[in-house]
């Protein structure tokens, strides 16, 4: 079976491997300034969802979120991976989650930033429209619809400078995607994650809210306070789940990890040597 692509971040193959799963359409070095810190203790190894393959898969080749998880499943043993901490966003943290509850021997323990836990009635609802009403849902509309040719990186940055899903990004943070987000195409750049792709995963949502409200995997889960991905209601109810704890960031949206990097990080650190110690013990 062909290895299924990745990034590794951090040359040290001796130090322990943390997993990091992208959002969509967001490849994994946008998030530089988040896993960055994490390379002092361990190497970085990201799957690339499907929408970043070269070349590019056919986009009817998932029916659900869980056709991705089985991708990651693939991917840790391939990649003889097993009992390893995980870090999410959005699409990444549901996969993981997912991928988890399939075998639990792959992940110890898991961040969750912003995962998309749409309710059963949207999702039950989504999953019946014809391909032609679903192009009409706002969120796949608008990802059809928004530009994607410029003519050079900085007229691509002065695009997404000026959108307001990037208001509380910081320009370094944003030239990053920039760098790794948008690639040659003919005479001009285009996204590295095709937005046909983009919606078709919004397109595939997938419902899984009750099996995150039973879980006994230890689960670190953090929600922007301006978000449209994590309604209050939901956050509310998943906190009476003992085996997770939930922190909310009061100035950050559903890209929380791009707005607030330096915020994350010493939370995820302290999470992540809380679990390595309790196995420890274990052991």
Not at 12 to 17: A, E, G
Not at 226 to 251: G, I, Y
Request: aromatic share 12%; glycine share 4%; charged share 20%.
């Amino acid at each position: 079976m062909k290895t299924l692509p990745h990034t590794t971040f951090g040359a040290d193959h001796t130090k322990p491997t943390l997993y990091f799963g992208h959002a969509n359409a967001y490849p994994p070095d946008a998030y530089r300034q988040l896993i960055a810190p994490m390379l002092d203790e361990h190497q970085v190894v990201s799957y690339l969802q499907r929408g970043l393959w070269q070349p590019s898969p056919h986009i009817n080749s998932i029916k659900s979120w869980h056709d991705l998880a089985d991708d990651v499943i693939r991917f840790f043993d391939q990649q003889r991976l097993k009992n390893i901490i995980g870090v999410g966003h959005s699409l990444g943290a549901v996969t993981s989650f997912l991928a988890a509850q399939k075998r639990p021997d792959l992940f110890k323990a898991l961040v969750m930033i912003e995962p998309v836990v749409f309710s059963r009635a949207f999702c039950g609802l989504n999953a019946l429209m014809p391909k032609y009403l679903k192009k009409k849902v706002p969120i796949i509309n608008k990802a059809l619809n928004r530009p994607d040719e410029w003519q050079n990186k900085k007229q691509a940055f002065a695009f997404h400078r000026r959108a307001r899903a990037f208001k509380r990004v910081s320009d370094a943070v944003l030239w990053d995607f920039i760098e790794h987000g948008v690639v040659p195409k003919g005479n001009h750049l285009t996204l590295r994650y095709p937005k046909i792709w983009e919606a078709k995963c919004y397109a595939s949502v997938t419902y899984f809210r009750n099996q995150l409200l039973t879980s006994k995997l230890p689960i670190l889960a953090f929600r922007g306070a301006h978000t449209d991905t994590v309604p209050a209601d939901f956050w509310q109810k998943w906190q009476s789940n003992p085996n997770h704890q939930l922190v909310e960031c009061a100035d950050a949206s559903h890209l929380l990890p791009l707005e607030r990097p330096k915020w994350l990080t010493p939370q995820i650190k302290q999470f992540i040597e809380l679990q390595n110690q309790k196995h420890q013990h274990a052991a």
